[in-house]
């Protein structure tokens, strides 16, 4: 028989009460990413993982004995997926390092790490944590902004952090509610609480002493604002903002991308939220293109395909997991 307790599933979350070590081993590999799991207390091991997905993030809250996890770079290897992990500690302690950091959690605090690089995560003790996985693009920063962040303890206890914190350790505590439109609605605005708090914690280390990246953020806070205008580019942007053509390119290229390719980016994200809406189930695909500004449907679907991985009428078809 079984060490694994398989609780009745409330809605779409499913509960693991684990007693054997090997089997909690296999659980939080399968729920995240390839991993290497260890503990002192194999032989006296207890654990609980309940979990859930909504549309393309999962949130799983862990509670168990103390252990070790490793992403190695064999592992990674094996699953080179692009996902960031964000952990928020409601219990105990627990170290985590990654990009030459180590991030001391205690309840309240949060912090990000990539699945694509080496990571350790330590709890000595019992604890437990909150685990939101999600892939790059579901965030609005750029990948070289976020791995500033990754193994920097976020406070929930000030600041910013006073406000995110308590909204996601309520989700952790009612993973029951993250179904069906409400489950989607509730996990993206998650995500773009966190988005603020990052850039928040981005900006409030580097914008004093750096007047380029708060321009940076200032051009990239107009494009948002003005995605549904059809003729935004470069001259726009530019003249908006009391600065040639030239300079605003360069600014983009030391970013790794282009304008036209962030704008692109950031319309096909407002799009793909739309599609997963039931609330827009009703409006034609079409109609959500141009809302962001794409004039062209053929063309706005070709683009989607090509940076989702499938067109947008099968994203709609979609929309809502099963539950399964």
């Known amino acids: 028989m079984t060490s694994i307790a398989r609780a009745e599933r409330a809605n779409h979350v499913k509960t693991s009460v684990i007693q054997e070590f090997d089997d909690f081993r296999n659980a939080v590999s399968a729920s995240f990413v390839p991993l290497s799991v260890t503990s002192d207390r194999a032989d006296n091991f207890w654990g609980r993982i309940r979990s859930c997905a ?3 993030v999962s949130v799983t809250e862990i509670n168990a004995a ?28 627990g170290l985590l390092i990654q990009d030459n950091r180590e991030a001391l959690l205690r309840p309240g605090d949060l912090a990000i790490y990539d699945t694509r690089r080496p990571y350790s995560l330590i709890f000595e003790r019992d604890f437990r944590t909150m685990v939101v996985m999600f ?7 750029p990948a070289d902004m976020i791995r500033q962040l990754t193994a920097v303890p976020i406070s929930g ?4 952090g006073n406000v ?48 380029h990246h708060a321009l940076m953020q200032r051009i990239r806070a107009y494009i948002d ?3 549904a205008c ?79 991985g499938r067109p947008p009428s099968d994203l709609r078809c979609n929309r809502l997991p099963s539950g399964g």
């Open 66 to 93: 103390g252990h070790v996890v490793h992403r190695t770079p064999e592992l990674i290897k094996q699953a080179d997926r692009q996902y960031y992990k964000i952990s928020l500690l409601l219990a105990g302690s």
């Open 164 to 211: 995110v914190v308590p909204f996601l350790a309520r989700i952790a505590d009612n993973l029951e509610q993250l179904n069906g439109a409400t489950g989607a609605r509730l996990t993206h605005g998650a995500l773009d609480l966190v988005t603020t708090l990052f850039a928040s914690e981005l900006d409030l280390g580097r914008a004093a002493e750096d007047p």
């Open 230 to 308: 059809t003729d935004l580019g470069p001259g726009q942007i530019a003249a908006a903002h009391y600065i040639s053509t030239r300079h605003l390119h360069g600014i983009f290229r030391e970013q790794g991308t282009t304008v036209s390719n962030w704008i692109r980016s950031r319309r096909l994200e407002r799009c793909r939220r739309d599609l997963l809406d039931p609330v827009y189930a009703n409006r034609p695909i079409a109609a959500i293109a141009a809302k962001w500004g794409f004039v062209d449907a053929a063309h706005f679907s070709r683009v989607f395909k090509a940076a989702f």
């Open 54 to 56: 909504v549309s393309e």
């Open 225 to 227: 604002a003005n995605l």
């Open 135 to 141: 892939p790059y693009h579901l965030i609005d920063l």
């Open 157 to 160: 206890r000030e600041g910013l």
